[in-house]
């Protein structure tokens, strides 16, 4: 595909709006609390295709105040051999591989399962507004032409839901791939020259390994791969990556929006899904919450935060400081993890959406990357006593390593992007906004209040 830059009109002041998806995952019951009490202010939502059952209520509410809904097929993950047995066996279309993977023939136009079909059906029944098309981690060792099977599924995924009722169902194409391949422009060029032309109006891009941790070569690469997919003139949704990273990627134009879990899927990994699968885990019981420590762009667990606590001047540096957030501090953060993730996620896109567009790596640098790099230094030099941590049988100098580490990334972040922000003129090319879906999201493209 040409380089060739596709404009979008916009003037200096203008703040076009951000788009934020917010991935309903395990935590339906706690986010249907959050929902009812005001706390989840989402417009658009994923749902996955082996939960929708158990979370009809939350969607009903969540269509009900206008929300879109957009379905995850998790085709993907039942590909995938660590996966498979997981909870996507619980999709309607997981039994075509006859409990076994679901592999490239079941999507050809006359496969018996008809899984294109089923889905289509699926979406109609369901009142979904988008679904994102079937296709596949493009990492997969076993599969190399997932990329041709997945753009033909997808255009006969439109077929489908014409025919079946659901000509007002828009499409959405999930591009999954380890985020090193995705810097290759031969990879990428050949993946474009088969999206454009398909009928899908945004593309997600999930980066298998990219997340909190990504040094600062990582993101630039990651921000120019996704600048290069641009050029297809459609919306580039950065599919699970929250926190810093997800800011950045918006703040530097590269991505429309983000899409990512409440305290979950805010970073995406697939090398363990060609491993063989891990004892079955699916409540999430055994696994230790992780509480985001407010603009660090880093999570502790619990006992790590009450260690780091403890230290002298660790309150104010990882307790949420945030009244509205967590009136209580360390406790309710503590005590409702979601409820201050949710806040989180939803107030830091919210302020950059507030930004004029041009002005959003500036307001990055000088506030969230400045903050997370204050935070890093202070929290680094923290000294919780031995005998707290033998107490919280937490290993001292490995916790305080991880921080040193996690201060330096920020560092070198902060460096590259003012780098990168140096370079750019105001005619950098930047990603265009989503186009609104559902009715009450009409005022998108106006500036917020
Ligand atoms: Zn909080």
Redesign the pocket.
């Known amino acids: 595909m040409e380089t060739k830059i596709v404009p979008f009109p916009m003037t200096a002041a203008a703040k076009p709006r951000l788009a934020q998806f917010v991935r309903i995952g395990e935590a339906h019951k706690k986010l249907a609390d959050l929902h009812a009490s005001g706390r989840l202010p989402a417009d658009r939502v994923v749902v996955d295709a082996s939960r929708l059952r158990h979370q009809r209520e939350l969607i009903e509410a969540l269509q009900d105040d206008g929300a879109e809904i957009v379905l995850d097929t998790e085709v993907a993950e039942l590909a995938a051999p660590s996966k498979v047995g997981g909870h996507s066996r619980h999709a309607p279309w997981a039994s075509a591989g006859d409990g076994g993977l679901v592999g490239p023939e079941q999507f050809e136009a006359d496969a018996a399962s008809d899984v294109i079909g089923q889905i289509a059906r699926f979406a109609v029944s369901s009142r979904i507004d988008t679904v994102l098309a079937p296709t596949h981690y493009l990492g997969d060792p076993s599969v190399t032409d997932w990329s041709v099977v997945d753009a033909r599924a997808c255009a006969l995924l439109r077929e489908a839901l014409d025919r079946e009722g659901g000509q007002h169902i828009a499409i959405d194409y999930p591009i999954i791939a380890p985020h090193t391949q995705l810097n290759s422009d031969a990879f990428r060029g050949g993946l474009m020259r088969m999206i454009v032309d398909l009928p899908v109006e945004n593309v997600w891009v999930r980066a298998s390994g990219l997340g909190s941790d990504a040094g600062p070569l990582t993101m630039k690469r990651y921000l120019s791969a996704m600048a290069g997919l641009h050029n297809m003139g459609k919306p580039v949704i950065a599919d699970q990556l929250g926190g810093l990273p997800g800011l950045v990627a918006m703040a530097f134009g590269a991505a429309s929006g983000v899409a990512q879990g409440i305290g979950e899927r805010e970073r995406f990994d697939a090398r363990a899904w060609y491993q063989p699968p891990p004892p079955r885990n699916e409540d999430g019981f055994g696994r230790a919450v992780r509480i985001g420590i ?1 603009g660090l762009g880093k999570s502790a667990t619990i006992k790590e935060l009450e260690l780091l606590v403890s230290a002298r001047g660790g309150r104010k540096l990882v307790a ?1 400081g ?1 009244r509205r ?2 009136p209580h501090g360390l406790k ?2 503590i005590d409702d993890p979601r ?2 993730a949710a ?2 996620a939803f107030s830091s896109v919210r302020a950059l959406e507030d930004v004029p567009h041009l002005s959003r790596e500036r307001y990055l640098l000088n506030g969230p990357i400045a903050e997370a790099d204050r935070l890093a230094r202070g929290i680094k030099q923290l000294k919780p006593s031995e005998s707290e941590a033998a107490l919280h049988e937490i290993d001292l100098s490995k916790l305080m390593k991880r921080f040193h580490d996690h201060s330096r990334k920020v560092e070198k972040l902060r460096t590259t992007l003012e780098r990168i922000h140096e370079n750019r003129s105001d005619e950098t090319p930047r990603a265009r906004p989503v186009a609104p879906r559902r009715s009450n999201s009409q005022e998108e493209g106006e500036n917020r209040k």
């Open positions: 407010p949420c945030d957030c967590c309710d953060m409820r201050h806040y989180q």
